[in-house]
């Protein structure tokens, strides 16, 4: 089946510095990569859209200029948090759609961020 | 904005019983309904309906949608203890691609 990789699996920032996730579709190309947050207890949020080769769009709410994604390949797309704050830890995960109707969408193993 | 309900929120049963989750939904230009699987980390695909009254099975697992109700269950029989997990529904309305997903339900099952 379609495999998205992400990485890393855990890191622990101090605040004002800058965290980048990275997000690798394994086995097949994904125009589209989908970025979600999830905080404790909580469901996922979708927080933008990573679209190949054009600007991200975001979800309302959203800051753009934190959270900066950049889908530069087929197989890649990054989230970058800059200047990270403790109100940023939370749990990332990207996903992207398979193109086959049985998979739906694949996610990745996600990314745990603390900031500290 | 499409919206998402999932119920119960939480559910404990023993280990032989047979749980149904239920999903309600609210989407413009309904696309699919989907449920996941999230145990310590990411959500793992479980079903992805499309169509109102046909019926997906994998295993112990079993899905139906009712688009004129607006609604989905998801049954476990013989639940086991490796079933404890949030079960999560989602569906992708007119933005292709964008889920919206409900709070989940937390299922825990005892020995």
């Keep these: 089946g379609a495999v998205v990789s992400q990485h890393p699996s855990w890191v622990i920032c101090k605040s004002g510095t800058s965290v980048k996730i990275e997000c690798r579709s394994l086995d097949f190309q994904a125009t589209t990569m989908f970025w979600y947050r999830q905080f404790p207890k909580q469901s996922l949020m979708l ?14 709410g959203v800051e753009k200029d934190k959270f900066l994604i950049n889908h530069a390949s087929l197989t890649l797309s990054t989230l970058t948090v800059t200047s990270a704050h403790p109100e940023d830890s939370s749990f990332y995960i990207c996903s992207a759609r ?11 193993s996600g990314t745990r961020l603390t900031v500290v | 904005e499409d919206k998402v309900v999932q119920s119960p929120l939480s559910l404990v049963v023993h280990e032989g019983d047979t749980v149904t989750l239920n ?89």
């Design chain 1, 47 to 60: 927080m933008a859209t990573s679209n190949e080769g054009s600007k991200a769009t975001y979800e309302q």
């Design chain 1, 98 to 108: 398979t193109g086959s109707s049985n998979y739906g969408y694949t996610f990745g």
């Design chain 2, 23 to 111: 999903c309600s939904y609210e989407v413009t230009n309904f696309r699919s309904l989907l449920w996941y699987k999230q145990e310590k980390k990411a959500p793992t695909f479980l079903f992805m309906l499309t169509s109102s009254g046909i019926e997906k099975k994998s295993g112990r697992l079993s899905s139906i949608l009712d688009k004129k109700e607006l609604f989905s269950i998801l049954n476990i029989t013989a639940t086991q203890t490796g079933d404890s997990a949030i079960y999560l529904c989602a569906v992708e309305g007119t933005s292709y691609g964008k889920l919206t997903f409900g709070q989940g339900t937390i299922l825990t099952v005892h020995p």
